[in-house]
């Protein structure tokens, strides 16, 4: 990129210092066929990839809590839930001013800006696990600054929508959010087996931090480089402020908990509750590294989730979000029903089951969103109305996604007041089955129901 303005006559995009762009319309067939969708693709592949780390981030303390008892810790099965659950209430509550801060800096600064913050937590992680006498308090403020990779989801999806037509924004946000999640099962993978590979008999924990600093520089460096900043993406506040005063939005957001929440919140707790109902089964010794079976859950459920817009697609997304939640319900029970045997290969064949089907849902749901507000604006068609049905919509779409992810939160928590309170989980195992049944009957009452306020539609 040149330190000076020029302009392309065939596509009238103009390239400023600092890699801005103005004139950008991705609509303009004719911008996009010159020179839009190779700088768009470019985009996404480095959001994917900066998202993707914000996600390991977010989910390092769900991997490395069960480790911390052999590294001489001694904290409390409450501790260890408050290690795991507190990145996704802090996760969730940056991903508002999150959705903003791409209008307000610049898509390019601030994938550079947001991926560099990662260095924080990960670092942090590295240095506090090395010292077993850590107060439990810096322990629970590292582990809350993993809240900062949750924030990405957020201005990674804002930042892309900017950059694709309305024709071919449901696959690069499919493929934008993907990523991002497969980002959780890769960390329950891979530290697991640095941490323990050549470590004889010892674990060497700091590395489930240090281990992803090259990879953040990478992501900084790349977003610096080869990312862009488009002067047309501004911050819809109007819309937003719109979006909070339609139900649906309200009521999108409890189906996205019980999708995308129970998605996070399991995939961050997985870990130990194989520790904890299976310690023999907590991981395998592969030559000299241990390997573990968490990781599955979370892979499941993000490589589902693709699949679950495409169904929603085909048959709609309510029906498909009623078909997820059942299946998530039927998964629960059989898992209460089998705990009792003691087998641990019924019991992981059961989460795969739910995770699957969270990811189904998370793609459904999510697919609802811009179909609701479509409808809405059918129904509304003729009246006067300050924001748009799209507007809206759009807005909608990332405050429903910073929602959701309180789920990330409530999932652990849940878990460990019925441990504390019956000594078990199977008790919030059935108030998770009670959920989504009520999630369930929720969309095939509102949304299956053909309804005048949304002209008629089934979603």
Known sequence: MTTTARTTSASALTFRPGRWIDGWNAEDTAQWEAEGRAIARRN?????????????????????????PAAGFDLTSTEQFWLISVASLVGATLRFPYTFAVARFGGRNWTIISAGLL??????????????????????LVAALGGLGGGNFASSMANITFFFPQREKGYALGLNAAGGNIGAAIAQFLVPIVVTIGAASTLRIELAGWMWVPFILLAMWGAWKFMDNLSTAKSDFAGAAAALREPHLWIMALLYIGTFGSFIGFA???????????????????GGASVTLAFTGALVGSLTRPYGGKLADRFGGARMAVISFGAMIAATVTLILILPSGSFWSFLGCFLVLFCATGVGNGATYRMIPAIFA???????????????????AAA???????GAYGGF??????????????????????????????????????????ASLAGRIV
């Open 44 to 68: 996404l592949a480095w959001s994917v990839f900066a998202e993707f780390l914000g996600f390991v981030v977010w989910q390092l303390w769900s991997i490395t809590v069960v480790m911390l």
């Open 268 to 286: 961050g707790v997985f870990p130990k509750l194989i520790a904890d109902q299976f310690p023999e089964f907590s991981t395998f010794q592969i």
């Open 397 to 403: 779409l990332g405050l429903i996604s910073a929602l």
């Open 119 to 140: 260095l924080i937590p990960a670092i942090g992680l590295g240095i506090v696990v090395q010292y077993p006498d850590t107060p439990y308090p810096v322990l629970l």
């Open 375 to 393: 409808a809405r604006g059918a129904a509304t068609a003729g009246e006067e109305h300050a924001v748009g049905a799209q507007r809206k919509g």
């Open 410 to 451: 409530f999932v652990p928590q849940v878990l460990n007041f019925s441990q504390q309170a019956t000594g078990g989980y199977t008790a919030a195992f059935w108030g998770f089955a009670a959920a989504y049944a009520a999630l369930g009957a929720l969309t095939a009452a509102v949304y299956l129901v053909p309804r």
